[in-house]
């Protein structure tokens, strides 16, 4: 689990395309992976085998760690649905270890699960800050709202403006300077995670599993309406099963 909060701005430092047999459609086409080698001093100063490093956002594994840099894995899947498929050696990436356990949560539940990209479709500078529009892919909208989080490029932001195809942030200048959103264009990709209380609360509300959800409300001269003795033990008999 992570934060949102970038540690340090790394750099890819070469990429090691692969090419193996896509297990959907067995001997039919391969499916291209790559291994990449990131460099970032601090993120690796107790990084070991087996340990997780978001990179731009992603959750990867730490492969090996040497030197200063990482070696990571990353699945077609991954190349697929993430902006790490445009990366080339040299591009910066936004980096972050994974919380600790008791440590302070500055920006919000991040996970490194990359729910889509957006696009860079406009950035309008200011004298202290920049507003930057993102596009927003259709079936994510519904969990972004105005003045909540959203994680872009794995860097937790508050949303200014949430539109049908599209949402707004303002970028304060240490964001500028230390993360990869300080360099992007417009027309640049980046990747998205929406928050994850919002997806768990629909499908809850979707499968009928809250108490209560989905069920019409009695009226006032409704007989069947229980009163507050009768609703308490409701509750109470909801909770019991």
């Known amino acids: 689990m992570f934060t949102g909060i970038v540690e340090e701005l790394g750099e890819i430092a070469a990429i090691e395309e692969l090419a193996e047999a896509d297990p959907t459609t067995p001997g039919a086409a391969t499916a291209d992976s790559a291994r990449l080698r990131i460099r970032g001093p ?12 978001a990179v731009n956002g992603v959750c990867l594994t730490v492969v090996e760690a040497a030197d200063g840099e990482f070696t990571a894995d990353v699945m077609a899947e991954t190349l697929r649905r993430s902006s790490l498929g445009a990366l080339a050696p040299g591009s910066p990436v936004n980096l972050e270890r994974p919380m600790a356990l008791g440590g302070r949560l500055g920006g919000h539940l991040v996970q490194g699960h990359v729910d889509g990209t957006g696009v860079i479709t406009e950035r309008v500078p200011g004298e202290r800050w920049e507003v930057v529009t993102i596009s927003l892919p259709p079936d994510l909208a519904r969990y972004v709202v105005d003045k909540g989080s959203i994680t872009v490029d794995g860097i937790s932001l508050t949303v200014v403006e949430a539109g049908a195809d599209h949402f707004t942030v303002s970028l304060i200048p240490t964001t500028l300077a230390l993360t990869t959103l300080g360099s ?12 994850v209380l919002a997806k768990y609360v629909e499908r809850l509300l979707a499968h009928g599993t809250v108490p209560g959800a989905g069920l019409p409300v009695p009226g006032p001269q409704d007989p069947a309406a229980p009163g507050p003795a009768q609703g308490a033990a409701h509750a109470r008999e909801g909770v019991a099963r």
């Open 42 to 53: 601090r993120v690796t100063a107790d990084a070991k085998h087996g340990d997780s490093i």
């Open 184 to 195: 992007k264009r417009v027309g640049d990709p980046v990747n998205l995670e929406v928050d």
